[in-house]
């Protein structure tokens, strides 16, 4: 167990709804970061909150997006969701804020998201 | 930003030690090596990460060569429970942080 939780473990849902994914990050981490890993694209990095702002962003489309609650749990939101979205959906934690000789980061078990 | 290679897929008889190796030439005088594995879907798992020195913990040894231009994970006694894709990861800048980014790794399948 990583100390890192995500809800819901498994999301079914048609095209053009919105979603909301859940992260709490491990006691004491700052950090939280969300990844996209599909069959075709690995894992995809798509953005990082430290402490309730958001630090660094990747691959992520406009449709979606995310915030850090001053709790530090965090939620990413998913909308106008196309098939291709399907996939699944990891948060990860870490107590550094990203430097590079940061600390290492642990992963959920994900949300497994399928789009019909 | 320092970038890593792995060969695509290997294998390990049980009970066998299993050597990963990890190519990062590119890799900048303070980035530390994280490795990952990944059991089937699952969410990555933190294995160990080093920055010159050898390492290891109760999973799993690092050693990195003296240039520090590649490394080997080692799992000293393989298990069938170690069958999963495995990670050798720098983090990569991304605005003002540096982000664990994942390549494609290393299946490895341990085998009775």
């Known amino acids: 167990d990583s100390g890192v939780t995500q809800t819901p473990k498994h999301l079914i849902t048609a095209t053009g709804q919105r979603v909301t994914l859940r992260c709490s990050p491990r006691?004491?981490?700052?950090?939280v970061y969300w990844y996209q890993q599909s069959l075709d694209q690995g894992l995809q990095f798509l953005i990082q909150?430290?402490?309730?702002?958001?630090?660094a962003k990747g691959n992520i489309l406009e449709r979606f997006s995310a915030q850090q609650f001053p709790d530090l749990h965090s939620e990413l939101n998913l909308s106008s969701l196309e098939l291709g979205d399907s996939a699944l959906y990891f948060c990860?934690?870490?107590?550094?804020?990203?430097?590079?000789?940061?600390?290492?980061?642990?992963f959920g078990q994900g949300t497994r998201l399928t789009v019909v | 930003d320092a970038k890593t290679t792995q060969p695509t897929s290997m294998d390990c008889a049980e009970g066998r030690a299993a050597n990963l190796p990890c190519n990062h030439s590119t890799i900048s005088g303070n980035e530390y090596v994280y490795w990952y594995r990944q059991i089937h879907s699952q969410g990555p798992q933190y294995i160990i990460h080093g920055l010159k020195n050898n390492e290891t913990n109760e999973m799993a040894s690092l050693i990195i060569t003296e240039d520090r231009k590649s490394s080997t994970l080692i799992l000293p006694h393989a298990t069938l429970r170690d069958t999963a894709v495995y990670y050798c990861?720098?983090?990569?800048?991304?605005?003002?942080?540096?982000?664990?980014?994942f390549g494609r790794g290393t299946s490895l399948i341990v085998h009775p």
């Open positions: 909150y430290y402490n309730g702002e958001e630090r």
């Open positions: 990860a934690s870490s107590s550094g804020q990203g430097d590079i000789v940061d600390t290492e980061a642990f």
């Open positions: 990861i720098v983090r990569a800048r991304s605005g003002g942080s540096y982000i664990p980014t």
């Open positions: 006691s004491g981490d700052l950090s």
